[in-house]
Structures are given as structure tokens and as C-alpha cells.
């Protein structure tokens, strides 16, 4: 019940920050039925600059802006896919645009996604879910978000054969419940057919667009959470045990580490990076110290220079193999070793040696959920 409350109060935060107009920068103003579809130059994801000219061929132009973080966006990808390829040899064109400053999006924002705004992270996940069409960014600049007047991710716009724009909103009604309105569709087919859209304009609901004045509110956040307390802890027997069969239901990341092991020294900021993403879900980090306890200090400066305000052991099982044995008898032994273990003490993923974050993140959010 606790954890539905949790997602419920998530949602409803990102509805209210399309709401609130003091995200949006000076001159902004949404495009009304009738405007013309604004000029852009922009790169996509493809390698190429597109252009308004290169889509002349189209009888209607679909503009979607959208994200990679939102979970909302995330959500209408498949649809948005299938969209693409259902009006392609209608003479409907689909052109999705980033509107995003991958700068001005906190870490605790991306809790839903493995993947944050920047031009290189969308061209992992138009590669990952195969995109048909071209997939823009416009962070840098954001002059075409500004022109268009984005609200949220997802936004469409919708223009006729004279680039005169016939339809504003939503995709449709549902994010992840059955559909009952699907209002862009609605449209495109009531442009194909001649005739006039049925409902020229719908209000939309997903992220509010991270525009760059919000970039300062995204460096205060990282301040903030440097200032974090930090801690260490011995780690016995029965409290590992108790650790790894994970009787809660929180997904459990467990990091085991050592100051003399130069390449746990160098991922513990990726460690502290899904730390403050995921953790306002269902998920706890801990590391595990396998440093003498002499050395509790030093242990203890490396945690604090890395910000791991996370739960931070150091083992006191003085046999190796016997905290091994209990941690997880397919370890075969090096550090780093890093172990993903869902509530119930399955482990979902393990690694010895340093770990690939991306890897690490999507097997996360796979686990937690990309949607509300």
C-alpha cells in the first residue's frame, strides 16, 4: 500500500509540474490551431541534420516532442512506433524532437529510466527500441520547443499539407490504462479523409519541459546531496545473512569494494549516481568494506570524498571464504563484485569486476517499472 502511495504521489507531482507556468521561459507561447509549423534545423540521432523542407513530401506532418527520462513518454513509445508505422504509406510523416537540457534534469528525476536527455543517450534508445523515424535534439538550444511552445513530454502537434497546424495535445487519453479517446489518430484519420478534426485541441499530461533556466535548481540538487552524511558500519554474520536474503521489499544493489582496489575506488560515483536516482523507489544501495578494520578511517574518507551517503559496511568476518559463502557462493572471489538481489533474496544480476552502469540501470528499471 505504501509503495502504490509512493507512485500515486509521483504521478501526481509530474501533472503538476506541467501545470506550473513559472517552468516556462520568457515569450513562451503554445502554437494555436491554424499557425504555421515553425522552421528548425536540427540533428538527429541517424547522424543527419534535418530540416521542416525535408518532410515537403508528407501530406500531414506528426511533430511529437518527447523524451528518454519520462516515464510518461515512456509509456507512448511503443505507440508512438506503431503510429509512425501504421500512417507511413498514408503520406504521414512522424518526426520526434527532444526539447530537453539533459543540465536541467536532477538526478532523482531519471528514478523511472536507464537513460537520461543527451543527444548520445537518445541514440542508445532509438537504437535499443528501433525507432522508425528520425528522433531530433533540441537541448542545446531549445529554440525549437520554444517556437512550437512544448508544455510536456509527450506534446504533439499535427499539421496539414500547408504546414497549418490542425491538432495540439495528447496522443490520447491513457497513459497505461485501456484507451478511450485516441485523439491523434482522431485527427490524422479526419485529414486523410478531407474532413474537419473532430477535437482540434486536448490538454497533455507527462514531464514538464526541462528548460535551461532550470539548470541552477539541477546544481543546487548535487550541493545538496554532497553534503550527505556518511557512514561505516561493521558487517557480522548473521546481519550479511539477514543482508542477502533481502527480506524486504525493497531491490537490494550491494557493492563489495576495498581502498587498495583501484577499480572500486573509480565506480563508486556510478554506485552514488543510481544511488540518487533510484532511491525515492523501492530500492536500497549498500557497499560492503573488505578493509582491515585499522583502516576504518581511511575506509571512511574514500566514502565521504565519493558521497556514498548510502548504507556502507565493512565486513568483520575475519575468513574470507566464509564471507564469500555467506554473500554468494558463485563469487568466484575478486573485487569489485556487485549483486542486484530482488525482494526475497533472487539474485537478478551479478558481476565480478567492474560493473557496465548502463547494464546495471536497466536491469533496475526493468525490475521497478519505466511507468507510473
Known sequence: MRTCRLEILAALTCFFHVLASSAEPPGFHTLTIGDPAPDFKLPGVDGRDYALKD????????????????PTAQAYEERIIKLATDYKDKGVAVVAISPNDPKAVRLDELGY???SDSFEEMKLRAKERKFPFPYL???????????YGVLATPHVFIFDQERKLRYVGRIDDAEVKTVK????????????????????????????????????????????WDAEPVTLEPLDESAL????????????????????????????????????????????????????????EETLKVLKEK??????????????????????????????????????????????????????????????????
Open 55 to 70: 518532410f515537403a513530401n508528407a501530406k500531414v506532418l506528426v511533430v511529437i516532442f518527447t523524451c528518454n527520462h519520462c
Open 181 to 224: 479517446s485516441h485523439d491523434t489518430r482522431n485527427a490524422l484519420d479526419a485529414l486523410l479523409a478531407g474532413k474537419p478534426v473532430p477535437v482540434e485541441k486536448t490538454r497533455v499530461f507527462g514531464c514538464s519541459t526541462k528548460w535551461a533556466e532550470k539548470q541552477d535548481d539541477a546544481k543546487r540538487a548535487l550541493v545538496k
Open 241 to 296: 545473512t539477514k543482508l542477502v536474503k533481502n527480506d524486504t521489499k525493497k531491490l537490494l544493489l550491494i557493492n563489495v569494494w576495498a581502498t587498495w582496489c583501484g577499480p572500486c575506488v573509480a565506480e563508486l560515483p556510478e554506485f552514488v549516481t543510481m544511488n540518487r536516482m533510484y532511491r525515492r523507489r523501492p530500492f536500497q544501495l549498500v557497499t560492503i568494506s573488505l578493509d582491515d578494520p585499522q583502516k576504518d
Open 307 to 372: 558521497h556514498v551517503a548510502a548504507t556502507n559496511y565493512r565486513s568483520a568476518i575475519k575468513d574470507r571464504d566464509r564471507f564469500a559463502d555467506l554473500l554468494d557462493k558463485d563469487w568466484p572471489g575478486p573485487v569489485p563484485y556487485t549483486l542486484l538481489i530482488e525482494p526475497g533474496g533472487k539474485v537478478l544480476y551479478r558481476k565480478s569486476g567492474a560493473v557496465e552502469p548502463l547494464v546495471v540501470k536497466r536491469a533496475i528499471v526493468n525490475y521497478l517499472g519505466r511507468t507510473y
Open 113 to 115: 529510466t536507464d537513460l
Open 137 to 147: 535534439y533540441d537541448g542545446d538550444t531549445q529554440k525549437t520547443a520554444l517556437a
